[in-house]
């Protein structure tokens, strides 16, 4: 299972849908994504579809979290795992 990555544009705002599985490998591709947007709080990722996680991309996605970018539908287990994390 690898990732896929679909964007699409709600008025001002750019989703990023996820789906997979999410590792560090894939990182460096979605960080570009991100780094492309003048504005991160204009950006939104939908993690509905995301079946596992690493360690790596849920340190990644907490460090978009506190630069304003909004995770929408985040799984409950990688909520936790963010939250223990930051301790």
């Known amino acids: 299972?690898?990732?896929?990555?679909?964007?699409s544009e709600l008025e001002d705002l750019m989703v990023?849908?996820?789906s997979g599985r999410?590792?560090?490998g894939h990182l460096g591709?979605?960080?570009?994504?991100?780094?492309?947007?003048?504005?991160?709080?204009?950006i939104v990722l939908d993690?509905?579809?995301?079946?596992?996680?690493?360690?790596?991309?849920?340190k990644f996605l907490a460090n978009c979290?506190?630069?304003?970018i909004k995770l929408k539908?985040?799984?409950?287990?990688i909520r936790e795992w963010m939250e223990r994390e930051k301790d």
Not at 29 to 42: C, D, M, S, Y
């Open 47 to 58: 993690l509905q579809q995301i079946r596992l996680a690493d360690r790596a991309s849920v």
């Open 22 to 24: 999410i590792e560090v």
């Open 29 to 42: 591709e979605l960080a570009q994504i991100v780094e492309l947007q003048k504005n991160p709080r204009n």
């Open 1 to 7: 299972m690898t990732l896929k990555i679909d964007t």
């Open 73 to 77: 539908n985040c799984p409950a287990y």
């Open 65 to 68: 979290e506190a630069k304003g």
């Open 16 to 18: 990023l849908s996820l």
